[in-house]
């Protein structure tokens, strides 16, 4: 074991769950983990129907970063997989979860796609809120056993990276007619 990967080991140990968790603690990181992934699509939805122009080429935006990431996430996985820490022994997982790659962190990844897309075109109040249901989802894959802290620091600076390049350069090949559709609310 490596240097990166022992401290990765002890951090997880650090923050999930054990024997001593109290219930309600776990009850939260299981939402967390599981459930707060969900206001990501009801926002976007949001946006689209009663947004303008601008609020279009938010959802777009999000919606093309997350897809590339996740194609490259998966990607990752097959090339340098790491196996769950519950697949190794380490710690318990309090949720289902597949035997599949741990590296990168497709929740952090999709979180920080979204955080990052508020944060470029300005959305300061929903760009808060997005952080802050990022952190908790984060923590709570951790938590729940599914995820290494270091799971999750990679999806976010996958997603931050490639909604970068979603933001500058693919946003113009979008046609507009696609963007122009009427929103639902009169203005």
């Not at 979204?114 to 300005?122: E, P, R």
Request: with cysteine; aromatic share 14%; proline share 4%.
């Amino acid at each position: 074991m490596n240097f990166l990967e022992h401290i990765d080991n002890q951090l997880f140990m650090l923050i999930t769950a054990d024997q001593n968790t109290w219930t309600v603690i776990s009850w939260v990181g299981i939402f967390c983990a599981k459930y707060l992934i969900y206001f990501i699509p009801l926002h976007l939805i949001v946006l689209w129907l009663l947004g303008g122009e601008i609020e279009r080429r938010a959802a777009i935006a999000v919606l093309i970063a997350v897809v590339v990431g996740l194609v490259c996430s998966f990607l990752i996985g097959q090339v340098a997989f790491r196996p769950r820490p519950f697949v190794v022994g380490l710690g318990r997982a309090l949720i289902q979860h597949k035997e599949n790659a741990s590296f990168p962190s497709n929740h952090a990844l999709i979180f920080a796609a979204y955080s990052t897309v508020l944060c470029c075109f300005h959305y300061r109040k929903a760009f808060k809120l997005a952080l802050i249901l990022a952190l908790l989802t984060c923590w709570g894959r951790i938590f729940t056993g599914v995820h290494y802290p270091f799971d999750v620091l990679g999806g976010v600076i996958l997603g931050i990276i490639i909604t970068f390049f979603v933001v500058r350069y693919a946003l113009r090949f979008i046609p507009s007619f696609i963007i122009m559709l009427p929103p639902l609310k009169r203005r």
